[in-house]
C-alpha cells in the first residue's frame, strides 16, 4: 500500500517537474519516442501515462510535438541491433563516437531520438 501510495504522489507530481523544464529550457518543440508494449504491461501503462501528461502540457503550452516509433528513428541512424540489449549498447557506443559523450542507455536513446529528427529534417530540405 506504501509503495502505491508512494507511486500515484510521484505521478501526481510529475505534470508539474515537466511545466518546470519547459520554462526553464523553453523549447520550441519537443521529441520523443512513442510508448511500446513488449512484454511488461504494466511498464506500458506507466509510460502511456507519461508520454500522455507530455503531450498535454506541451499542447498547453502551445509547443510543438513530433512524436517516433523506436524502430523509426534507429533506421534513420542506421542503427540496429539483435537484442534490446545489443541495440542499447550501439546506442551508447553511436553517441561516444558522434559526439564524444559517455552516458547511459536512457540518456543515449534521448539524444539519439533528437538527433534523429534533427537528421530527417535536413533530408527534407
Known sequence: KVERLNNKMRKEKQPLKKQELLEEYKP???????????VNLHVF?????FFGMVLY????RNIKTT?????VWRSVLGLKGKNRKEQKENAINYVKDAFQIECTDDEAEAILIGYSHIKREQNSE
Open 28 to 38: 520550441e518543440e519537443v521529441i520523443i519516442e512513442e510508448p511500446f508494449a513488449k
Open 45 to 49: 501503462e506507466v509510460l502511456c501515462e
Open 57 to 60: 502540457v506541451c499542447h498547453e
Open 67 to 71: 512524436t517516433y516509433t523506436a524502430a
